[in-house]
C-alpha cells in the first residue's frame, strides 16, 4: 500500500521560509493539486518533496515503495519549467537516454511518442519542435519509465486544447494503475475527485 | 551510465559541442611559441615538453565551464540530482567526466606528437609527453569538475573555475613535466614522477566527482 505522505513541511528559498507546516497523506491512485498565487511557493514545494531542495522543517517520505522506490526521490518523476531534453540530439536519442538513464523502463520510446501523438516525429532534432510538443516530448518522458510518483510543475504550459485532454487522460490512467500525482498549476487539469492544496491563503 | 557516456559524447561532437575548441587552442598556442621564443632550436626542444603541458593544461580548462552549467540550464541536472538516489550521484559526474575527457580532451592528446615536432622535440620525448599526457589529463578533468560543480549557477563561471582550479592542478603539471624531461635527460628519472603521476589521477577520480556530486546536490535551486 504505497502512500505518499508530508508532515509539518517548511521549505525556504536562500534563507528566507516560502512555506512552512504543510501537510498532506496521498493514498495511491489519489491527485493532489496544489494551487496559489504567484510566489506561494508551488514549485518550492515540489521541490522540497522531490528532495532537489532541503527540507527546512518536517519531513516527506514514501511509504510502502518496497525495494524499487524506498525513498521519494526514488519514486518520483519530476517535471519541471525545462523539459530536460537536448536541442541537438534527436526527439528519439533524448528519450532513448532517459529511459535507459532512469531504469525501471516502461513503454518503449515509439510507443511513447505514439501516446503523446508525435508518432514519426522522432528523427527530428528536438530543437525543431515547437513549445507544445516539446512539452509533449517532455510528457512522455513520464512514460518511458516507471515511477509511482508523477510530481509536476505547471505540466500543460504551452499544451493546446487536444494535448490538455490526452494528458488528463494520461493522468487518469496512471492513477487507475496506482500513482500517485502531485500537480502545481493554475490550469484545471481535469481530474475528478483530486484532493487540493491552496497555498498562500 | 553507459547511456549518459553516450549521450555526452554525442553532444560533444554535435555542432555546438565544442570538442574542438580546445584543440584549435591548443594548436594556436603550441604554433605561436617559436615565433615568440625565437628560432634557438635546442632552446625550444629543452622547453617543449613544459610547453605542450602547459597548453594542454589552459586547453583542458577551456571547456569545463559548460560541463554541468548545460545540464542546468535545460532541467537535465534536476533529474540527474534526482536519480541519485538510483546511481551514485558522484558516478554520474565521473561519468560526465570520462565522457568530457574522450570527447574534448583525448583529441589534445592525440594532437600532441605532432605539435611536439614544432617544438623541435626528439621522438622519445614526443613520445614521453604524449604517455603523461594521456595518464596526467584525467586529473585535471576530475579536479575541474569540483570546480565547475560550485560555480555551476553562475552565468559567467568560465574564468572563475580556471582560478579556482589552476592551483588544485599544479602538482600534476610539476609531476607530468618532470616525468617527460625523465625520459630524454640523462640523471633525471622517468618512472617515479610517472608513478606519482598516475596515483594523482587515480586519487583525484575519486576525490573530485564526490565532491562535485556534493556540491551539485547543495546546488540545486
Given at each position: 500500500?504505497?502512500?505518499?505522505?508530508?508532515?509539518?513541511?517548511?521549505?525556504?528559498?536562500?534563507?528566507?521560509?516560502?512555506?512552512?507546516?504543510?501537510?498532506?497523506?496521498?493514498?495511491?491512485?489519489?491527485?493532489?493539486?496544489?494551487?496559489?498565487?504567484?510566489?506561494s511557493g508551488k514549485s518550492t514545494l515540489l521541490r522540497v518533496v522531490a528532495s532537489l531542495l532541503p527540507v527546512a522543517r518536517g519531513k516527506v517520505l514514501v511509504e510502502g515503495g518496497g525495494e524499487a522506490f524506498p525513498t521519494v526521490a526514488s519514486a518520483s518523476h519530476y517535471l519541471g519549467h525545462l523539459n530536460a531534453m537536448k536541442t541537438a540530439l534527436s526527439v528519439e536519442e533524448n528519450?532513448?537516454?532517459?529511459?535507459?538513464?532512469?531504469?525501471?523502463?516502461?513503454?518503449?520510446?515509439?510507443?511513447?511518442?505514439?501516446?503523446?501523438?508525435?508518432g514519426g516525429l522522432g528523427h527530428l532534432p528536438f530543437?525543431?519542435?515547437?513549445?507544445g510538443q516539446r512539452r509533449r516530448v517532455s510528457i512522455a518522458k513520464l512514460l518511458v519509465s516507471r515511477r509511482p510518483v508523477w510530481l509536476l510543475d505547471e505540466p500543460t504550459a504551452g499544451l493546446d486544447k487536444a494535448s490538455e485532454e490526452r494528458f488528463a487522460a494520461l493522468m487518469r490512467a496512471h492513477l487507475r494503475d496506482g500513482g500517485i500525482v502531485v500537480a502545481a498549476t493554475h490550469l484545471p487539469l481535469g481530474l475528478e475527485g483530486a484532493k487540493v492544496l491552496g497555498m498562500g491563503d | 551510465m553507459l547511456a549518459l557516456f553516450l549521450r555526452d559524447i554525442r553532444l560533444s561532437i554535435r555542432a555546438g559541442g565544442g570538442a574542438l575548441v580546445g584543440v584549435i587552442f591548443f594548436l594556436a598556442v603550441i604554433v605561436t611559441i617559436p615565433f615568440g621564443v625565437g628560432?634557438?632550436?635546442n632552446l625550444l626542444s629543452r622547453i617543449g615538453p613544459a610547453i605542450l603541458w602547459i597548453a594542454a593544461l589552459l586547453a583542458?580548462?577551456?571547456?569545463?565551464?559548460?560541463?554541468?552549467?548545460?545540464?542546468?540550464?535545460?532541467?537535465?541536472?534536476?533529474?540527474?540530482?534526482?536519480?541519485?538516489?538510483?546511481?551514485?550521484?558522484a558516478l554520474a559526474v565521473l561519468t560526465k567526466c570520462l565522457a568530457h575527457w574522450?570527447?574534448?580532451?583525448?583529441p589534445l592528446v592525440v594532437a600532441a606528437p605532432l605539435l611536439g615536432l614544432f617544438m623541435n622535440m626528439e621522438p622519445l620525448g614526443i613520445g614521453a609527453t604524449a604517455l603523461t599526457l594521456l595518464i596526467g589529463t584525467p586529473?585535471?578533468?576530475?579536479?575541474?569538475?569540483?570546480?565547475a560543480a560550485v560555480a555551476v549557477a553562475l552565468p559567467r563561471g568560465g574564468l572563475?573555475?580556471?582560478?579556482?582550479?589552476?592551483?588544485?592542478?599544479?602538482?600534476?603539471?610539476?609531476?607530468?613535466?618532470?616525468?617527460?624531461?625523465?625520459?630524454?635527460?640523462?640523471?633525471?628519472?622517468?618512472?617515479?614522477?610517472?608513478?606519482?603521476?598516475?596515483?594523482?589521477?587515480?586519487?583525484?577520480?575519486?576525490?573530485?566527482?564526490?565532491?562535485?556530486?556534493?556540491?551539485?546536490?547543495?546546488?540545486?535551486?
Open positions: 500500500m504505497m502512500r505518499l505522505i508530508a508532515e509539518n513541511l517548511g521549505g525556504e528559498r536562500g534563507g528566507e521560509a516560502v512555506f512552512s507546516g504543510i501537510g498532506f497523506v496521498i493514498e495511491k491512485g489519489e491527485a493532489l493539486i496544489v494551487t496559489g498565487p504567484n510566489g528519450l532513448g537516454f532517459w529511459r535507459a538513464f532512469q531504469g525501471e523502463p516502461a513503454l518503449s520510446v515509439e510507443e511513447a511518442l505514439e501516446t503523446v501523438a508525435l530543437g525543431y519542435l515547437s513549445t | 628560432p634557438d632550436l583542458c580548462l577551456l571547456g569545463l565551464d559548460r560541463l554541468f552549467q548545460a545540464d542546468r540550464e535545460d532541467g537535465s541536472l534536476d533529474l540527474l540530482v534526482l536519480n541519485g538516489d538510483r546511481h551514485m550521484l574522450t570527447g574534448s580532451v583525448l586529473a585535471i578533468t576530475f579536479i575541474g569538475a569540483a570546480g572563475l573555475i580556471s582560478v579556482l582550479v589552476l592551483p588544485l592542478t599544479i602538482p600534476v603539471l610539476i609531476f607530468g613535466v618532470s616525468a617527460s624531461y625523465g625520459a630524454v635527460a640523462d640523471p633525471a628519472p622517468f618512472l617515479q614522477p610517472f608513478l606519482i603521476l598516475a596515483a594523482l589521477t587515480l586519487f583525484l577520480a575519486v576525490v573530485g566527482p564526490l565532491a562535485a556530486a556534493l556540491a551539485l546536490r547543495h546546488g540545486t535551486d
